[in-house]
């Protein structure tokens, strides 16, 4: 058959027309099922004073996205983020709240956090839905600029860095003696000052610059808190810095994640201190960098230790993260922490809940709060003897986070139920 031009072009034109409304009734056309996953651990509000800035401004951005980092499903920050972060310095965050699924598609408007304002300025807008399957989708568009990026995650860092005018420590040193605004409790022991060595270690009395740890409990005669204590070196890459806070953001969240963790204990926080190794590499191992953090946060009457793990590179260097007191009456080895070969799980791990931080109270009353609710999920879980094992190892690790020697052991007593 022979058609008219005319006729050909509106053959076309309908067919066209069809195929696009066949396809918004199929199901892969919902972008919770036809999205492209992004998986850039470079996103974190973790990564922060990146060598090199990011910019979402080149990528031929096209439909809809999933985050993840290093495989975890996770979300846009719909808070703000601190400037210098997330692998740039003006990172780009949701400014409104992630809709519910009944929502559908929903536009936000997306933020530019840059020189101290949360919103410097406004990018364009993004759409954004909420999934059955409990995650969200973006609909990234270009940013209006260089160097914006797209943020991924929460990230668990306090902010440091020249933003919130940290001390940086001299490379591969330590730094000189911090006098402490507050008095820090540590099991027993009252302190008021501290160093911050490089190999990741903070020491009380004189600074250290031991790059082989020793292990935990080691019976000896020092107060030691060990973020990452191994040869650590930041003459070629990497920042160790810290900073003390008494109000501000810093201590409003401190006191929120105190609550969270040890509930019922109504705490609030009168002074934060913060020391982090951002970026450093391994002695004679340029190419590997490490960030982790630990924070003192005190009342004046009770103390609380919180580290946080970024990106850890694997090394075949003796290593070592946790605490430990004079003679060991108290210690604590996060576990795996002493095998170099498996440090970069601690960015996964937790005793709280959120991947790569670690919480203990180190000093005062947890009065009435200890009591530990185990749900199993199921019967045989208590009855193979591994799994008893395992069960009190976390309950003790439970007690532990409260202040409880390391060194208390707890057993369990089989009891035959006589009467129903
Ligand atoms: C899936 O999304 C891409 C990108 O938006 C789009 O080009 C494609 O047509 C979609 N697939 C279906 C079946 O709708
Ligand atoms: C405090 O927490 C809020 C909410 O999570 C976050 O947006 C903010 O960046 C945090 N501020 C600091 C200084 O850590
Ligand atoms: C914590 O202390 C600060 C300063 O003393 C006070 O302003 C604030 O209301 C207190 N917060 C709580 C939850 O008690
Ligand atoms: C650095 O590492 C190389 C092997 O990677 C080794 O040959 C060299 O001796 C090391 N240098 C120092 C100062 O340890
Ligand atoms: C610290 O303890 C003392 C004595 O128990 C009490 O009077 C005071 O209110 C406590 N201070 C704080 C900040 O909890
Ligand atoms: C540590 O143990 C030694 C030897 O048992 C003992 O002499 C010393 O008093 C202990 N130190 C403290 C602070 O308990
Ligand atoms: C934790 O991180 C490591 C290294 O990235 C990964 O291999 C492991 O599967 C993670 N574990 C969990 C429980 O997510
Ligand atoms: C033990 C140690 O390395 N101490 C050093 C701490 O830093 C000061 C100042 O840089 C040095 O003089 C010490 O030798």
Request: aromatic share 14%; proline share 6%.
């Amino acid at each position: 058959m022979r058609l008219s031009p005319v006729f050909k072009h509106l053959l076309v034109f309908i067919s066209v027309q069809s195929f696009k409304a066949g396809v918004q009734t199929t199901a892969t056309a919902d972008p919770c099922y036809n999205y492209t996953a992004l998986d850039d651990p470079w996103r974190s509000p973790d990564n922060r004073y990146p060598p090199q800035y990011m910019c979402d401004y080149y990528v031929s951005w096209n439909g809809w996205y999933r985050l993840f980092i290093h495989g975890q499903s996770v979300q846009m920050p719909d808070t703000c983020v601190d400037e210098n972060s997330c692998g740039t310095d003006a990172p780009l965050w949701l400014n409104g709240a992630h809709p519910a699924v009944e929502d559908g598609v929903v536009s936000r408007d997306v933020c530019i956090s840059w020189r101290n304002n949360c919103c410097h300025a406004h990018s364009n807008p993004i759409n954004v839905k909420a999934c059955p399957g409990g995650y969200y989708v973006y609909e990234f568009v270009m940013p209006i600029g260089c160097y914006f990026t797209y943020c991924a995650g929460r990230g668990i860092f306090y902010s440091f860095g020249w933003a919130v005018r940290d001390t940086n420590n001299p490379a591969d040193g330590n730094s000189s003696v911090i006098q402490l605004s507050s008095p820090f409790l540590f099991f027993g022991r009252t302190y008021q000052q501290i160093y911050v060595n490089n190999n990741g270690l903070l020491t009380f009395n004189q600074p250290s610059s031991a790059y082989i740890p020793y292990s935990f409990p080691a019976n000896r005669n020092q107060y030691i808190i060990a973020g990452l204590w191994t040869d650590l070196d930041n003459r070629v890459k990497g920042v160790v810095s810290y900073n003390q806070y008494t109000s501000g953001n810093i201590v409003t969240n401190a006191t929120r994640d105190i609550n969270t963790y040890f509930p019922k204990l109504n705490f609030n926080a009168s002074w934060v201190f913060v020391a982090t190794w951002n970026k450093v590499a391994y002695f004679n191992l340029t190419s590997t960098d490490t960030s982790f953090q630990v924070v003192l946060i005190s009342d004046r009457n009770s103390s609380f230790i919180l580290m946080n793990y970024g990106d850890i590179a694997v090394t075949e260097h003796p290593v070592q993260a946790g605490y430990d007191t004079i003679n060991s009456t108290h210690y604590f080895v996060i576990p795996g922490s002493n095998r170099g070969s498996f440090i970069s799980n601690l960015r996964n791990s937790s005793n709280v809940d959120v991947p790569g931080r670690w919480a203990f109270m180190v000093a005062g009353e947890p009065d009435n709060v200890i009591g530990i609710q185990v749900r199993l999920s199921s019967f045989s879980d208590l009855t193979q003897s591994s799994n008893i094992e395992m069960v009190l190892q976390q309950m003790k690790q439970e007690l532990v986070k409260y202040g409880l020697p390391n060194s208390v052991e707890l057993k369990l007593r089989k009891r035959q139920k006589i009467k129903p």
